[in-house]
């Protein structure tokens, strides 16, 4: 009996042999024989890999991303009788920017280098969004305006080198300091940053409301709930939101691909969420265009879900993740604004 399939690179490296003896593709002489088509194979399967190698089965990244889409879809919209959809209102406001969509850049590894992230940032501009980009990324003289009116998010990657990622905020006109909680920096580092900086400071990798205060407490003005946890960040999201004080910017990363996956997190108290995977797409087929369009093209899906929940003004009834019909509770995204 012939073993089962089990890999993205089997299946393709199959399929190219399979062609490579079809009669058809034989008579038309274009050389393409087994050796052939296996070179071939092998570079495609290579920029896969580097693309995204999450999606090869058995891998800690398909499994994490299974997870969080299982949560997703224990959470089910249901739509509001007698509501007026007309006007379509997706706009928020972080720290005093009007955003017109509720949809970030977020980052990921395939697009980690200054390059790419460049051209994330750009495309993210294009669309009128905030993109995160790291405190290494470098910025040709010929872009250096765009950056500044882009406003990015940067990332501060050390506790050690605050001086120095504060003043690279300052040239590149970052808008915001994310940190990151997966790296090692304590209530006091944090402390200290907040102060240091003129920038709003936000915590990314909060993982529950007890964390969520801690981070307040230090004096951080946003929150980005995590993705890589025991439980699914848009499970914890609503604990989250009402533990901190009103008017913080709760944020989300949670592998959303989806505009209904983006109006989920909305509807239980998200500001705003932050996509990467769908980025890692545009990049990779159109670089700064395909950004723009997979932004473009996750708003359009946006407001789609919300006209057919019929929540012009982001009410929904949300179902929690396993409740019961009787055990429905009403949530509204209230799009909570900073100063």
């Known amino acids: 009996m012939t073993e089962p399939l089990r890999s993205r690179r089997e299946v393709i490296q199959a399929m190219a042999t399979l062609l490579a003896g079809a009669p058809l593709i034989s008579l038309t002489g274009c050389g393409w024989s087994t050796r052939y088509s296996r070179e071939v194979t092998d570079d495609w399967l290579n920029v896969l890999d580097a693309l995204d190698p999450g999606l090869e089965p058995g891998s800690v990244p398909a499994a994490l991303t299974a997870r969080l889409r299982d949560a997703l879809e224990q959470i089910r919209i249901v739509p ?56 290494a990324m470098s910025v040709p003289p010929a872009h250096a305006q ?16 605050t001086e120095t990622s504060l003043a690279r905020a300052g040239v590149l006109g970052a808008g915001a300091i994310v940190v990151s909680l997966d790296t090692p920096w304590t209530q006091s580092a944090l402390t200290n940053l907040c102060v240091a900086s003129a920038l709003p400071v936000v915590a990314s990798g909060v993982v529950d409301a007890m964390h969520a205060q801690r981070v307040m407490d230090a004096g951080v003005r946003g929150i980005i709930v995590a993705a890589a946890l025991p439980v699914a960040p848009i499970l914890r999201l609503r604990e989250i939101v009402t533990a901190v004080s009103p008017g913080t910017p709760v944020m989300i990363a949670n592998e959303f691909t989806r505009g209904t996956d983006i109006l989920k997190a909305l509807a239980l108290g998200a500001s705003a969420v932050l996509v990467d995977l769908p980025i890692s797409w545009g990049l990779a087929s159109a670089d700064i265009v395909g950004v723009a369009r997979v932004l473009e093209l996750l708003d359009l899906e946006l407001a789609h879900a919300m006209t057919m929940a019929k929540g012009g003004k982001y009410r929904f009834v949300v179902a929690e993740p396993g409740a019961h019909a009787s055990q429905v509770k009403h949530s509204r995204y209230d799009r909570r604004r900073t100063t």
């Open 80 to 135: 509001r009788m007698f509501a007026d959809v007309a006007h379509i209102d997706p706009t928020t406001v972080l720290f005093g920017r009007t955003l017109q969509s509720p949809i970030l850049a977020g980052r990921h590894a395939a697009y980690d280098d200054s390059s790419r992230q460049l051209e994330v940032l750009l495309g993210a501009h294009a669309a009128s969004t905030i993109a995160i980009v790291s405190d």
């Open 146 to 161: 765009s950056v500044k009116e882009a406003a990015p998010w940067m990332v501060c990657s050390s506790a050690t080198s």
